[in-house]
């Protein structure tokens, strides 16, 4: 299985920028997946969540400016960033618990894609 992420990139404070993450491979169900984030010298940390039923869940500094999204049939989950910020500057990493045919749950990370906030 295989998470590909795409849409970072630079963008001024206050602006806006789309992740996507696509996944492959040998999937029966995605169950919850998620973004994640690691600034310079920090630690990665959640950013926000969603179900396969769509229930989300978002850490408190990107509530109301994020809104992550997932489209079942494509496996894809997508990350809309608004407003951004400097502080919002990291490395993003998509994340999924996927069951496999046998029905055994792994977890899987992207590869990450770098967001830089900055004038």
């Known amino acids: 299985v295989q998470l590909v992420e795409s849409g970072g990139g630079l963008v001024q404070p206050g602006g806006s920028l789309r992740l996507s993450c696509a996944a492959s491979?040998?999937?029966?169900?995605?169950?919850?997946m998620g973004w994640y984030r690691q600034a310079p010298g920090k630690e990665r940390e959640l950013v926000a969540t969603?179900?396969?039923?769509?229930?989300?869940s978002y850490e408190d500094s990107v509530k109301g400016r994020f809104t992550i999204s997932r489209d079942n049939a494509k496996k894809m989950v997508s990350l809309q960033m608004e407003k951004l910020k400097p502080e919002d500057t990291a490395v993003y990493y998509c994340?999924?618990?996927?069951?496999?045919?046998?029905?055994?749950?792994?977890?899987?990370w992207g590869q990450g894609t770098q967001v830089t906030v900055s004038s």
């Open positions: 491979g040998s999937i029966y169900s995605i169950n919850l």
């Open positions: 969603i179900t396969r039923d769509g229930k989300t």
């Open positions: 994340n999924a618990d996927v069951q496999d045919f046998t029905s055994r749950i792994y977890n899987y």
